[in-house]
């Protein structure tokens, strides 16, 4: 594909939340990104101006609602509005990361289903298609009543491990029962056995491990997550796993979210390195030496051209 796309309905904008993703996509599709600016009234309100005619046009907008999350969503919401009233013939929405996404059910009485509600809100808004990657649990997408492509981080972070020269036996080890789906997806992608790790949780953002189910005894361990927040999970993890043998330990997600004490806790636990994606913007204070950021955008950006080609998204990952 040359460098230039050729159809002029092919439009991308970004909001604020990852700015440079947005940059890398549009390169690899071969398109300028659509000028609008996104500013605030005095009392915080914001604002929002398409500085060029979107009439008819297919438009992709690339948010991820990560910290600051009701800023990132308010602003997508309020995109998504400009853009419909604008006659823009369809609002694509391209969310690296889905925030919002780890209330997807009612665990205790009375909580609310934020993940449900913010399909609510992007659809009523008005978008037509969202764009994802890795959502925390996949019957998200059934909150959905327009279609949704689901891409996995999986494939991205396995080329990665594949590359390295890991002396030993690998094992993938998913920290917890919810995850070991994704931890077989890339222990296919490696031929490598599985472990699981048996964790209670007491309460949210506190985990406590218990036990190791599989051998992990002198073995390479990469353990596989879709989020690391407060890494108090991974870290636990890790330390478990070099306490009941493992030679080294890795560790890998999709959505670095890496808020609190993360990357203090990232920086002094057994994890040799940390293996991340941009669906999240990491500032400069959180690029520390352990961690490793692959770039999503030749993902993100073939998935949008398949998208506006009207071909097959699956197909990316066989």
């Known amino acids: 594909m040359s460098n230039q796309y050729l159809d002029p309905n092919l439009k991308v904008f970004s909001l604020n939340s990852n700015v440079e993703l947005a940059q890398e996509i549009a390169k690899v599709i071969g398109v300028e990104l659509g000028k609008c600016s996104v500013s605030q009234f005095s009392d915080g309100e914001i604002q929002i101006n398409i500085e060029e005619s979107i009439r008819g046009c297919d438009v992709y907008v690339i948010q991820s609602t990560s910290s600051p999350v009701n800023e990132n969503i308010m602003e997508l919401l309020i995109m998504i509005d400009a853009l419909k009233r604008a006659s823009a013939k369809t609002i694509n ?6 925030g919002y996404a780890r209330q997807d059910r009612k665990a205790r009485a009375r909580e609310p289903i934020t ?3 913010v399909a609510n809100l992007l659809e009523t808004a008005g978008a037509t298609r969202v764009i994802t990657l890795d959502l925390h649990a996949p019957q998200i997408q059934g909150f959905f009543d327009i279609p949704i492509d689901h891409l996995m981080g999986v494939p991205i972070l396995s080329e990665h ?25 890339m222990a296919e992608r490696l031929k490598a056995p599985i472990a699981i790790i048996d964790k209670r949780r007491p309460k949210p953002n506190v985990a ?3 036990n190791i189910v599989g051998n992990i005894e002198g073995k390479i361990a990469i353990l596989i997550d879709d989020i690391i927040d407060t890494a108090g999970t991974i870290t636990l993890a890790a330390n478990a796993l ?3 043998g493992a030679l080294e330990v890795y560790a890998c997600c999709t959505h670095p979210v890496l808020s609190g004490p993360a990357i203090e806790r990232i920086e002094n636990s057994r994890i040799k390195e940390l293996v991340v994606t941009n669906t999240i913007a990491l500032p400069e204070e959180k690029r520390i030496e ?7 955008a030749p993902l993100i950006g073939e998935a949008i051209i398949r998208v506006h080609e009207e071909q097959s998204v699956s197909t990316l990952f066989d």
């Open 93 to 98: 929405i391209v969310m690296p990361y889905y």
């Open 208 to 210: 406590e491990v218990m």
């Open 242 to 244: 070099v306490e009941n």
């Open 115 to 117: 993940a449900k509600l």
């Open 290 to 296: 352990k961690i490793d950021q692959l770039s999503v």
């Open 161 to 185: 491990f594949k590359g390295k020269d890991l002396n030993g036996d690998v094992v993938i080890v998913s920290p917890d029962h919810g995850g070991v789906t994704r931890a077989r997806k």
